[in-house]
């Protein structure tokens, strides 16, 4: 866990969060300031600044996988995923994270 991570501290419970998916290796929540009708970001417990940074090729396969399950919990069937990599792509939060939008979806994305 790195100390200064807001996504660290809400996978480790030290902000309570509810997660509309969770296993060993990933959790999904709301976003706070939502882009779409449904907005929910998928995050590894792990902490990895951006997908350039994973290097364990279990952690992308699970990462997937929590996507679709936590799509699967939500029972949405049609959605996009986005994953902002580096400030000038717009990634604002330095622990990887997938987006989850579903409904309406704001330009942004
Ligand atoms: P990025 O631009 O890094 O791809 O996306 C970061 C996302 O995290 C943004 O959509 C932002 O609204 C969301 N976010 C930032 N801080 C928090 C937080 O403390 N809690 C939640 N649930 N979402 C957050
Ligand atoms: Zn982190």
Redesign the pocket.
Known sequence: MKEDC??C??ANGI?P?DFVYENDYVAA???????AST?V?VIPKEHYDSLNEVNDDKILLELLKGVKETAKALNLDNYRT???TGKG??????HI?V?ILSGKVLPKF
């Open positions: 807001i996504f501290k809400i902000i969060t929540f709301k976003d706070i300031n939502p882009k907005h970001l986005v994953i902002n792509a717009g990634q604002e939060v330095f994270h987006h």
